[in-house]
């Protein structure tokens, strides 16, 4: 536990550090345009410094990253869960075969005659 807090700071403050620097570097502003038939003046626009308008692709592009690779392991969840209600149903016949075999064994030892110890003389 502890080494994964060193590494997430070993990993964290530089990234933090470089997310700082790169947004003190880059705060003029830009404008994007969502008009594709008007680029000179388009009728859709927002104007955001440059590192919120990097900073908010990468954010999108992890999110969509995220959801494609959930998308596409859907068949292995799919596959895991089978497989852990096929366990829990097997564990649950061996249990039932123990205590049947357990219960056998007694009724079998119940019946048995009991052992006599008796020598000739």
């Not at 440059?50 to 900073?55: C, M, S, Y």
């Amino acid at each position: 536990m502890r080494f994964r807090k060193f590494l997430a700071g070993l990993i964290g403050l530089p990234l933090a550090l470089a997310f700082v620097l790169f947004a003190v570097a880059n705060r003029q502003s830009v404008t994007l345009g969502f008009d594709p038939f008007s680029p000179e003046a388009p009728a859709l626009s927002l104007s955001l410094p440059l590192f919120a308008v990097v900073l908010v692709s990468l954010m999108i592009g992890v999110a969509v990253g995220g959801c494609a690779a959930w998308l596409r392991q859907g068949k292995h969840r799919k596959e895991a869960k089978r497989r852990r209600q096929e366990i829990d149903r097997l564990e649950s016949e061996l249990e039932s075969a123990r205590r049947e075999a357990a219960a056998a064994r007694r009724s079998s030892a119940a019946a048995l005659p009991a052992p006599t110890s008796q020598r000739a003389a």
